[in-house]
Every structure is written in structure tokens, then in C-alpha cells.
């Protein structure tokens, strides 16, 4: 047996000296790729707290009334500027009526008043010329009391047509309060809208008797105008004392200034009601205003609508990115325009993205109860901040990246 184990031994010390290179590789390769990976890693910060983010545009009535027509469905895409809504738009279409009626009523009365002011001018000079025993003043007073007759027509006439439309307007409410007296029992529209109708008719009836005090008002200053008319005739045969005549010739212009000034005045008041009435005719029509997919659509044709009530929203695949909320202690390191990876997991593909910036604040201090340090027992907690990463619109185009999708981010720091 001495023979045998001499000759193990022998070739034990043979097989030795070939082990020892062979560990001492595997040892130097085993650092050398640890070294690596420490390396690889020293360069980069990831996290898989992060989501793919996009513009979402929720669309609103900006008026009230009933849908006409609903032309888009959920999840489909349009073009900025196509029609998504229509509202009912006949009510509007009999404001904008009435304030450009208005606007008209306030345009002749501002030539009446343009015209009454050289009269009361004239009627001011012939005064002062009267005064002065001159004949031909006293005619010229004469013409200008015929003309101040004609005006008060103008305005007996303008009255009377206030009148009709106050009547047509009160009829109208009258007719609307009855309709939704029946509606109101049914609980089939709120009390708001039955009790904005009821003083709709209250406020069209003190309108009627506003414009019918104003007719007979027109009507007394005919007779006045006609008064005095007979009173610059009597003029031309006995003139007045050139006291009076300089005490009232220039108040009467103030007079006639003033109610030009007022007059313009209202003719401006009726312009803008007109605009105020063209938009909201233009609000029936709710448009894009953006490219994108119309998603939470809440709306059908028939549904009465408030204004601010929200329809729909639009959702811009055009333009997206990811927010990835790093911890704090991973900050040191980023920064805007650094090369960044991501991978959205419902894709398993890596998109190439930088680093646009950082938020100002973590995002607990914009929950919704916020930790009160100062207050209870302290526990510290690394918080997230949110960095966004920008992305490639071709590459975001191509991947139908969606806002919500989870993704994974590793920006490189070296």
C-alpha cells in the first residue's frame, strides 16, 4: 500500500501548481466585474415610481341650454377647430335680436338729440336777438319751436314702439311663467328656473308700465312742444326782456348737450349688448381647442346643460412625458439636459428621454394633509420629488404612450 499513496502524493504535487493561476484569474476576474458594475451603477439613478403625463383639456358650457347635437364619441380623435357640441341656439338667436333692436332705438335716439342740439343752439341766438327787439330772431325762434314740435313726435313715436316691444316681451314671459307653472307641479325643471321665469314676467310687466309712462311722458312733451310753438309765434309780436333771453338761451344748450351725451352713451351700452349677445351665440358651438382624444364624455343629445356644467375632455397624445418621482437622496447627482432611459412596462421597451426639470417642492407638500413636522412626533421620512423627463414625440407617437402608463427611469449621471 506505501507504494500507492507515494504515488498520490506525487501527482497531488503535480495538479497543484496548475490551481493556483486558475484561482488567482478567477479572483481578478471577480473584481474586475464587480469594479464594473460598481462603476455602472455609480453613474446612474433609477426609480420605478414614475408615470407617463399629457395635456388633458376638460371642456365646459360656457351657456345654458338644451344639446342639439353630440358629434364625437369616446376615444376618438379630432383636429383643433372641429365641432364637438351644439346647443340649442334659438334663444339666443332672439337676444341677439332684441339687443341689436335696441342698439337701433338708441342709434335714433342719439340723431334726435344730435339734431336737437343746434335747435336749442338757433333758439338760444334768437333769444339773445329777441332780446335785442330784431324781428328776424323772433322768426328763426318760431322755426326752431316747429322743429322742437317735429322732435317730440320723433319721441312720442319712438315710445309708442318701446311700448309694442315692452307689451310682446311681457306677453312672452307671461306665456313662459304659464308654461313652467305646469312643469314646476311635475318637478320636471328646479325651482330656480320656474322662479327666474316668474320674475322674467314680474320685470317684462314693470317694463310695460315703464314704457307706457314714457308714452304718455312723449305725449305731455308734444303738447309742450306745441305750447311753445304757440309761444314763439306770440314772440314775433312782442319781444321778450334780453334778461331772460341770457338767463335761458344757454341753459337750454347745456340741456341739449347733456341729453346728446346721454344718448351716446347708450348707444354705447346697446353696442356692447350686442357683442355680449354675438358670443353667446358663438358659445353654442363648442369647438377643439386642441388636437387630441375626447375621453369622460358626459353628454347627450336633449340633456339640458348650465353653463360651466363639464362635457367632455380632450387628451393630447402630441405632446407627452414622464414624471419620475426620485427620493431626495437621489438628487444630488440630477440635473436639466441629462441623458435619461425609460421603460414603460406595458411595452417592456426602453425610450430615450433627457431630463427637462425639477420640481420646486416634494410632492407631499402638495397633498392633501401635508405632514406637520412642528407638530406630534417627528419621524423622518425620505420624500419623492418629481423630475420630468421629456420624450421624443416620434418616440411617444410609436409606443401610443398613454397618460397613467408606469414606467421606469434611469437617468445617467456621467
Keep these: ?105 338708441a342709434e335714433a335716439a342719439t340723431a334726435m338729440a344730435a339734431s336737437g342740439l343746434p335747435i336749442a343752439e338757433t333758439t338760444t341766438a334768437s333769444d339773445v336777438q329777441r332780446a335785442a327787439g330784431s324781428t328776424a330772431s323772433a322768426s328763426a325762434a318760431s322755426a326752431a319751436a316747429a322743429g322742437a314740435v317735429d322732435a317730440a313726435g320723433a319721441r312720442l313715436q319712438a315710445a309708442r314702439a318701446r311700448a309694442v316691444e315692452a307689451e310682446a316681451n311681457a306677453e312672452k314671459a307671461r306665456k313662459d311663467r ?65 334778461q331772460h333771453a341770457t338767463e335761458v338761451g344757454p341753459a337750454q344748450v347745456r340741456v341739449a348737450r347733456a341729453r346728446l351725451e346721454a344718448a351716446q352713451a347708450r348707444v354705447a351700452q346697446a353696442h356692447a349688448a350686442v357683442q355680449q349677445a354675438e358670443l353667446h351665440l358663438e358659445y353654442t358651438t363648442l369647438k377643439a381647442p386642441v388636437a387630441g382624444v375626447v375621453t369622460r364624455k358626459n353628454v347627450e343629445p336633449g340633456q339640458v346643460v348650465q353653463p360651466g356644467q363639464a362635457l367632455l375632455a380632450l387628451v393630447s397624445l402630441a405632446d407627452v412625458w414622464v414624471v419620475a418621482n426620485f427620493k431626495e437622496t437621489q438628487l444630488g447627482s440630477i440635473h436639466a439636459g441629462q441623458h435619461a432611459t425609460v421603460e414603460i412596462d406595458a411595452y417592456d421597451r426602453d425610450v430615450d428621454g433627457r431630463v ?48 397613467g402608463m408606469s414606467a421606469v427611469v434611469t437617468v445617467h449621471t456621467r
Design 178 to 242: 304659464d308654461r313652467l307653472n305646469g312643469l314646476i307641479a311635475k318637478e320636471e325643471i328646479s325651482q330656480q328656473q320656474f322662479d327666474s321665469a316668474v320674475a322674467s314676467a314680474k320685470v317684462a310687466e314693470a317694463a310695460v308700465d315703464s314704457a307706457r309712462a314714457a308714452v304718455l311722458e312723449a305725449e305731455t312733451g308734444v303738447r309742450a312742444a306745441e305750447s311753445r310753438l304757440a309761444e314763439s309765434k306770440g314772440a314775433v309780436r312782442q319781444a321778450q326782456a334780453s
Design 1 to 105: 500500500m506505501k507504494p500507492k499513496l507515494e504515488m498520490i502524493d506525487v501527482a497531488e504535487k503535480r495538479q497543484r501548481p496548475r490551481r493556483v493561476p486558475l484561482i488567482i484569474g478567477g479572483a481578478v476576474l471577480a473584481i474586475g466585474a464587480g469594479t464594473a458594475a460598481w462603476y455602472h451603477a455609480s453613474g446612474r439613478e433609477s426609480t420605478d415610481n414614475a408615470q407617463v403625463e399629457a395635456h388633458i383639456t376638460p371642456l365646459a358650457a360656457r351657456v345654458g341650454g338644451a344639446i342639439l347635437e353630440v358629434s364625437v364619441r369616446d376615444n376618438q380623435r379630432v383636429a383643433a377647430g372641429d365641432v364637438l357640441v351644439r346647443i340649442d341656439p334659438r334663444d339666443y338667436d332672439v337676444a341677439l335680436a332684441r339687443a341689436r333692436a335696441e342698439l337701433a332705438d
Design 356 to 403: 427637462e426639470s425639477i420640481a420646486a417642492a416634494t410632492g407631499a407638500k402638495f397633498s392633501l394633509l401635508p405632514a406637520e413636522n412642528a407638530s406630534g412626533n417627528f419621524v423622518k421620512i425620505v420624500q419623492r420629488v418629481p423630475v420630468k423627463i421629456a420624450i421624443a414625440p416620434e418616440a411617444a407617437a410609436d409606443l401610443q404612450m398613454r397618460p
